[in-house]
Every structure is written in structure tokens, then in C-alpha cells.
């Protein structure tokens, strides 16, 4: 199971950027996959994940309205569409799953790492 992450950058305040993460090993669709991402200082937050079995999506509430998670089964990729970004949204992103059945909120909110993770990928919003 390998996931990389890619997309990310120095971004200005209320400016865009889509990061995508490349899945192999396994086939989306089945289990829960989602964006997280780690900001010095401070804990580990879920961003984003996705359920296509039960078709649940969960957003984090600092980027409700502002980001959108996106399946792409065909390429094997999971998409997070970043608008409006705001500097507090600065941090390693990296995606994950536990290749088990949940959805996407216990995805994304239970404590700890997922099982699969891989490198993440910068992104930096800064005037």
C-alpha cells in the first residue's frame, strides 16, 4: 500500500491550490480515505475524508464552506480542491486510510495515526 501526496506550495492568503494523492496497492471506493494535516505546534487534525460505501463525507470545521474532497476511482487518485486559504491553514498535509470499514468521520476524528499514511506534501499560505 503506498499513498504520495502532491500539490502543495507557498500559496497567498484567499488564494487556491489542489493537492492530490495517488493510491496504489488497493482500490479506492471501498474504505474511508481522507486529507490530514500537521502544522507545527500543534496536534494532528483530520481535514477531510471520504466514504464511498456509505457515501459520508466530513469536513473538518475550519475548512467547512472552503475545501472539497473529490474520488477519483478511475486514477486511483483522492483529490482536496483548497479555496479562500487562510494562514492558519499552513502545515504538512498528507492522505491516509486504515483499509477497514468506517466511515468518514471516524476517519477522520479518532485519535491517533491511521494505519497508511504517506509523505505529505507543504503547503505554506503567506503573503
Known amino acids: 500500500v503506498q499513498l504520495q501526496a502532491f500539490g502543495g506550495g507557498l500559496v497567498q492568503p484567499t488564494g487556491s491550490v489542489r493537492l492530490s494523492c495517488v493510491a496504489s496497492g488497493f482500490s479506492l471506493g471501498v474504505y474511508a480515505i481522507g486529507w490530514f494535516r500537521q502544522a507545527p505546534g500543534k496536534e494532528r487534525e483530520g481535514v477531510s475524508c471520504?466514504?464511498?460505501?456509505?457515501?459520508?463525507?466530513y469536513y473538518a470545521d475550519s475548512v467547512k464552506g472552503r475545501f472539497t474532497i473529490s474520488e477519483d476511482n478511475v486514477r486511483n487518485t483522492v483529490y482536496l480542491q483548497m479555496n479562500n486559504l487562510k494562514p492558519e491553514d499552513t502545515g504538512v498535509y498528507y492522505c491516509?486510510?486504515?483499509?477497514?470499514?468506517?466511515?468518514?468521520?471516524?476517519?477522520?476524528?479518532?485519535?491517533?495515526?491511521?494505519?497508511?499514511r504517506g509523505r505529505g506534501t507543504q503547503v505554506t499560505v503567506s503573503s
Open positions: 491516509a486510510t486504515d483499509l477497514e470499514p468506517k466511515n468518514s468521520a471516524e476517519l477522520c476524528a479518532t485519535p491517533g495515526y491511521r494505519r497508511f
Open positions: 471520504v466514504s464511498t460505501s456509505d457515501s459520508s463525507v
